[in-house]
């Protein structure tokens, strides 16, 4: 089936230290089905991340005409959940499910770059994340920084790179908890 993608994000859903893709389904046009064998109405897609190079469709929610989505750990179980917007219908609320792997939260608080720590580039081991809250369409997600870490029970390493310039690295982190870190 062809789908429509509105909002998309790079979220790791499973904890298992690779980005999962979620795409909001949803035709651009309410009569689609009418001059193709595409449907309007349309499911949300995750494509979860094999680890091998690979993606793994999976479909979820019901079919509507879905535009929006918003990405945070919306009952802080330590899984990543997504609010969907759809046309002519009230938002949605998909909640994650208890994943396999751990993962680790940063909250991030800028003094001498802006208080949000907006910008800012996390990394821990080979991933990479930055801090922004643009990340679906139409949408404002959590400005969180949220890894899945697979099996690990502890972070070696976790370095911060600043707006400002300033680097930090912090040491020996326990996983399955958001921690405030502030700009030194």
């Not at 193709?36 to 469709?57: C, H, I, M, W």
């Not at 929610?61 to 009230?90: C, K, M, N, Q």
């Not at 707006?163 to 870190?181: F, Y």
């Amino acid at each position: 089936m062809a789908y429509s993608g509105w909002s998309c994000g790079a979220f790791d859903f499973d904890n298992d230290g690779w980005k999962d893709l979620f795409v909001a389904g949803g035709d651009v046009q309410t009569n689609t089905a009418r001059f193709s064998s595409r449907a309007s109405k349309q499911t949300n897609l995750l494509l979860r991340n094999k680890g091998d190079g690979t993606f793994e469709p999976v479909v979820t929610g019901t079919p509507a005409w879905h535009r929006g989505a918003a990405f945070a750990d919306f009952d802080h179980d330590g899984s990543i959940d997504v609010v969907v917007t759809r046309l002519g219908e009230t938002p949605v609320l998909q909640m994650g499910t208890k994943p396999a792997g751990h993962w680790l939260r940063l909250r991030l608080e800028g003094t001498k770059s802006n208080r949000d720590g907006v910008g800012a580039r996390v990394m821990i081991g080979k991933q990479t994340n930055h801090v922004t809250t643009a990340v679906g369409y139409a949408s404002t997600s959590s400005r969180e920084v949220h890894f899945g870490v697979g099996a690990a029970s502890v972070i070696p390493s976790v370095v911060i790179h600043w707006p400002s310039g300033a680097k930090q690295t912090l040491t020996h982190v326990r996983v399955d908890q958001t921690i405030s870190v502030k700009e030194p």
